[in-house]
């Protein structure tokens, strides 16, 4: 699966951005969906994660600012973000995991988000 972020931007401390991530090449009703960041010299952190059924999990930091969602017909996934801080600041990137083996797992080009103080 092939996965395009967008949405990205700088926003001051307190605002909201919505990242979308379209799919394509394979439906993504047999992946499990989410988001990734990444800040320079630091390694990539989990964001959140959305199943087939819509189940979803977060990263403690996020939970209860963020929202994760997925279209499966339109092979599109979500990710509001509210009352974003400076330490959300960073290249957030949409990602894929196959729910049978080989559970392959995929990073799409990233999306950068600044949040300034």
């Known amino acids: 699966v092939q996965l395009q972020a967008s949405g990205g931007g700088l926003v001051q401390t307190g605002g909201s951005l919505r990242l979308s991530c379209a799919a394509s090449e394979t439906s993504i009703i047999r992946f499990i969906m989410g988001w990734y960041r990444q800040v320079p010299g630091k390694q990539r952190e989990l964001v959140a994660t959305v199943t087939p059924s819509g189940s979803t999990t977060y990263a403690d930091s996020t939970e209860g600012r963020f929202t994760v969602s997925r279209d499966n017909t339109k092979n599109t996934v979500n990710l509001q973000m509210n009352s974003l801080k400076p330490g959300d600041t960073a290249v957030y990137s949409c990602?894929?995991?196959?729910?049978?083996?080989?559970?392959?797992?995929?990073w799409g080009q990233g999306t950068q988000v600044t949040v300034s103080s």
């Open positions: 990602y894929s995991k196959y729910l049978f083996p080989p559970f392959s797992e995929n």
